[in-house]
């Protein structure tokens, strides 16, 4: 079973800051999914990423699989980023593992 | 863009009703999931789908469950005889190969 840890539980930023998140895991795995939950509930996945960097807009993704490590970057955060982040390794057959995940505040 | 759906928004149900949640994955997908999400708690994996037939399943997923793709469209959650404690947020995901999962808007159930 793979144990996915990630810092900070909570975090509160100004507009404007650059965030990260981080995600450690167990387990080796070929990829892992970042998932964004917005407060209204519904599940966004952002990256699937298996080795290096992905970039899309604001939002940048590392994976260092040897080390069981990734991390997750905002730049420039803004209010609209406020949500729960979620690292999620595959396990088996790929269904994810979630994890509590962080939650993010960006306060104007 | 594509986009997984799901039906419906919210259910209320007695308990011991049977319950079906559907969902409408994207066209070209071939996995297909089952999570849920019980208010205040992690999304949890119940069951994956794929080829028509269920590849994996937790703990969770017992005899209470099954799912079913009837039409090559739709792929549904039945839930036979509904309990409190399976008042939670159900989602439904779907992918192509190697690629990242879609999920869908989800289904509150509540159970009285």
């Known amino acids: 079973k793979n144990e996915v840890e990630q810092s900070p539980q909570n975090l509160t930023a100004q507009e404007g800051e650059f965030i990260t998140i981080n995600c450690s895991y167990s387990v080796g795995i070929s990829a892992l999914h970042w998932l964004q939950q917005h407060p209204g509930g519904g599940i966004v996945s952002l990256f699937m990423l298996s080795s290096g960097k992905k970039k899309h807009g604001r939002l940048i993704a590392t994976i260092n699989i040897q080390e069981k490590h990734s991390s997750l970057h905002i730049t420039a955060s803004h209010p609209r980023d406020s949500a729960v982040y979620i690292c999620a390794p595959p396990s088996g057959n790929t269904p994810l593992v979630f994890g509590k995940g962080t939650r993010l505040s960006v306060i104007a | 863009e594509p986009e997984v759906t799901q039906t419906p928004s919210h259910q209320v149900t007695q308990m011991g009703q049977e319950v079906i949640l559907r969902c409408v994955p994207i066209?070209?997908?071939?996995?297909f999931y089952w999570y849920r999400q019980i208010l205040g708690q992690k999304v949890e994996f119940l069951v994956s789908?794929?080829?028509?037939?269920?590849?994996?399943k937790s703990e969770i997923f017992d005899d209470q469950f099954s799912v079913e793709r009837p039409d090559g469209s739709n792929f549904t959650l039945k839930i036979r005889s509904t309990k409190l404690e399976d008042s939670a947020m159900y989602f439904c995901?779907?992918?192509?190969?190697?690629?990242?999962?879609?999920f869908g808007p989800g289904t509150r159930l509540t159970v009285l």
């Open positions: 066209s070209n997908h071939l996995y």
């Open positions: 995901a779907s992918r192509q190969w190697e690629a990242k999962q879609f």
């Open positions: 789908f794929y080829n028509n037939e269920i590849s994996e």
